[in-house]
């Protein structure tokens, strides 16, 4: 049997993480994980327990090393563990995600400096470095330093449980009951939830309920917001903790999902996990007009696409899908055939290792 390695101090249960291993367990691979949790064993504590469990592992012959995201500052350990054969998952930029998209520190303070060497110093060092689209992958070309023939696209796709809830979709009837409109995240700024609340605002009148899981770093502005544009009685804000399998439960209940709408240039070039999970459920969905989406989505093909920061737009698109109902299950059913053909784990991994060879 041949055997992968999973390294570094990724959460076993993370979309992308998940992802990968029901791929590579599909295809015959056995999988060994080397990880440990950074909130755990903060600090140096991390790196020394992850050395000692790497080196009782160096007998094994591995086919492959991954190091997976989030893996910036632990690729110089599998390096100095495993060889010069790293396959980093390096997913997306630090200093694009932490300076640009999040806004957490200055372009020129010293975190955006050291985010800037880990981008650079980790892709260096590994053999071969992942992305998620070809946009990030000409980010990283152009602004990291990477060599092209090192990038290989890897895009997120979704994991088994998202496609099976989705045989079991049943179509039902909204006579009764409001329309549902659904979002989940963890409210960081490309995911432009402010525009979703002032969408909602311009729907107050309309039997359409919003139902928003998550919590993060925008969570308590967005809901100053909310408060701030008065009474917006279609919205309900839920907290992110449950499990995987109720989020998918309350995902299914949606007749709309929501992408993102972000203005920051990240926004531009992902394609995030609930867009891909929601398609893969065959639900419609309404998310920015990107080139990151339209590497994967046709407008009106598959998904409704609208312009990004804009409210009135998001509105007008939710009432025209809520008025069509063929429409919707034209969108949804395309957009689940589309995953069904090219994001299984499986169709990713095997595109993937062909890439490799």
């Known amino acids: 049997m041949k055997h992968i390695l999973f390294f570094g101090i990724f959460n076993p249960e993370y979309a992308r993480t998940r992802i990968l291993t029901e791929g590579f367990t599909a295809l015959g691979y056995e999988i060994v994980l080397c990880n440990v949790s950074p909130r755990a064993l903060p600090g140096a504590r991390k790196y020394w327990a992850l050395f000692q469990r790497g080196r009782s592992l160096r007998h094994i012959h591995f086919d492959h090393v991954f190091v997976l995201f989030p893996g910036h500052t632990v690729v110089w350990l599998a390096r100095l563990l495993f060889g010069d054969r790293i396959i980093f998952d390096a997913f997306v930029s630090l200093f694009d995600s932490n300076v ?21 110093f980790s892709c260096t060092l590994a053999r071969k470095v992942l992305v998620d689209t070809n946009t990030h992958r000409h980010y990283f070309i152009e602004h990291v330093g990477v060599p092209e023939k090192k990038l290989i696209t890897v895009p997120v796709g979704a994991a088994g449980a998202w496609f099976m809830a989705g045989d079991q979709l049943q179509i039902q009837e909204h006579a009764a009951k409001p329309f549902f409109v659904g979002f989940y995240g963890s409210y960081i700024p490309l995911h432009g939830v ?22 993060g770093q925008e969570y308590t502005a967005v809901r100053l917001l909310a408060k701030k544009l008065g009474d917006i009685p279609n919205i309900k804000f839920l907290n992110n903790a449950m499990s995987r399998e109720k989020l998918i439960e309350n995902m299914r209940e949606a007749d709309i999902c929501l992408g993102i709408f972000g203005t920051t240039k990240k926004a531009t070039r992902v394609v995030p996990n609930k867009v891909y999970e929601c398609a893969a459920l065959g639900k419609p969905i309404i998310t920015a007009d990107t080139p990151g989406i339209r590497e994967v989505f046709t407008d009106q093909e ?10 009135q737009a998001l509105a007008q698109a939710i009432l025209k899908l809520a008025a069509d109902a063929t429409l919707r299950e ?6 689940r055939r589309q995953m069904q053909k090219h994001y299984t784990p499986e169709y990713l991994v095997k595109q993937m290792l062909n890439s490799l060879s």
């Open 194 to 215: 402010p525009v979703i609340v002032q969408a909602a605002k311009i729907l107050t009148e309309e039997n359409i309920q919003f139902r928003l899981i998550g919590s």
């Open 302 to 311: 598959n998904i409704f696409l609208v312009p990004r920061s804009s409210a």
């Open 100 to 120: 640009h998209d999040r806004a957490l520190y200055s372009v020129h303070s010293f975190r955006a400096y050291h985010d800037r060497f880990l981008d650079w």
């Open 330 to 335: 034209r969108l949804g059913a395309a957009a």
